[in-house]
């Protein structure tokens, strides 16, 4: 893991001495990336009383149509404005476009943060 804390130099590159030791609490992740697939997911410990639960893969959405919601089985990630080789190779995150069996939906949540895909259809 990789330490997030103050940075040891100053903005003009002087030292900055320690003023308090490393917590768990500063660490960093590597980022989830969930995959088109197979639903597969893992509860990670968080900040407080609170369990996070990751999607490592996930072929389900919850797409919101003009009738309520429905659940959709995912095809494929046609577009992702996160990152392009995103898409080539079917990584899903919040505002990347996925082709459903229902139509093309843009994803609204974070399923490496909260462990499941809600999309809205793209007209």
């Known amino acids: 893991m990789q330490y997030q804390g103050r940075s040891k130099r100053s903005k003009t590159g ?6 308090n030791k490393k917590k768990k ?19 990670v410990d968080a900040r407080g009383n609170v369990d996070k ?10 797409v919101a149509t003009d009738d309520g919601t429905e659940r959709a089985t995912i095809e494929d990630v046609t577009e992702n404005g996160a990152n392009p080789n995103y898409a080539r ?9 996925i082709e459903t069996d229902v139509g093309t939906a843009r994803v609204t949540s974070r399923p490496g943060q909260n462990g499941q895909v809600n999309a ?4």
């Open 89 to 97: 190779r079917n990584i899903i995150t919040k505002g990347a476009i």
């Open 53 to 62: 639960v990751r999607a490592l893969s996930t072929d389900v959405a919850n």
């Open 120 to 123: 809205v259809l793209v007209e």
């Open 14 to 19: 002087a030292r900055l001495r320690p003023q």
């Open 25 to 43: 609490s500063k660490t960093g992740r590597s980022p989830t990336e969930t995959t088109v697939g197979e639903s597969r997911f893992r509860t």
